[in-house]
């Protein structure tokens, strides 16, 4: 079946370094979605790339879509503390509603 | 505005006790979905709803589970006869259905947490 593959599953960095996580789909995705849940909390949509090579910005923020729609990225520069949490990747194949979800990248910030 | 709402917030359940889990969607949403989530682990997937029926049921265990969504009235996931594996987070999310299947988004609930003693 369908999967999809997050690295790393965790990443400590010191405040001020960028951060990536990295997601990869065993097949060809219509659209990929990211959330982040922060340690306690319920995860909250950030953004979805649907477009071949994508790429949005969300202040610190950069999202990519692979030009093949099979591997997505997050990028975040020079962290902070803010930053903190998990950061989960979802992609949706085909016609399928069923969103695919990765297992999520736990980032750490050091102060 | 409300989002989406679940209750309760926390649970506490001996084993062999039932758990009912409610998730009332975003106003206008059709469209509900459970996940599961154990410490430090990811979103497991459990059952897609729409209104009065079951779309897609593939990640919910085949015994204890089920998962309603009426008419009228909240989502309702139901543990029968709980035991210590089924401690968890537990998320509720839900979608507008837009005809553009490809463009939905999911919204998540502030989850419940079971915990089963």
């Known amino acids: 079946g369908q999967q999809v593959m997050q690295i790393p599953q965790y990443q400590h960095v010191q405040e001020g370094e960028d951060f990536t996580t990295y997601c990869n789909s065993s097949t060809t995705l219509s659209n990929i979605q990211w959330y982040k849940q922060r340690p306690g909390g319920h995860p909250v949509f950030l953004i979805q790339?649907?477009?071949s090579g994508e790429v949005k910005k969300q202040k610190r923020l950069t999202f990519q879509f692979g030009e093949a729609k099979k591997n997505s990225s997050l990028h975040i520069t020079a962290t902070q503390t803010t930053d903190v949490g998990t950061y989960f990747c979802a992609g949706r194949g085909g016609n399928n509603r069923k969103l695919i979800w990765g297992l999520g990248t736990s980032l750490a910030v050091n102060p | 505005n409300a989002g989406v709402m679940q209750n309760p917030r926390h649970l506490v359940r001996r084993r062999g006790q039932e758990a009912r889990l409610r998730c009332s969607p975003v106003?206008?949403?059709?469209?509900v979905y459970w996940y599961r989530q154990l410490p430090e682990e990811g979103l497991k997937f459990m059952v897609y709803?729409?209104?009065?029926?079951?779309?897609?049921e593939s990640g919910m265990p085949k015994e204890r589970f089920s998962a309603e969504f009426p008419k009228e009235g909240p989502s309702i996931l139901r543990i029968q006869q709980v035991v210590r594996g089924d401690s968890a987070a537990y998320f509720c999310?839900?979608?507008?259905?837009?005809?553009?299947?490809?463009?939905?988004?999911?919204?998540f609930g502030p989850g419940t947490r079971l915990t089963v003693l």
């Open positions: 790339l649907v477009k």
């Open positions: 709803l729409q209104k009065e029926n079951i779309i897609d």
């Open positions: 106003k206008g949403h059709s469209h």
């Open positions: 999310a839900s979608s507008p259905g837009a005809l553009a299947v490809s463009t939905d988004t999911q919204y």
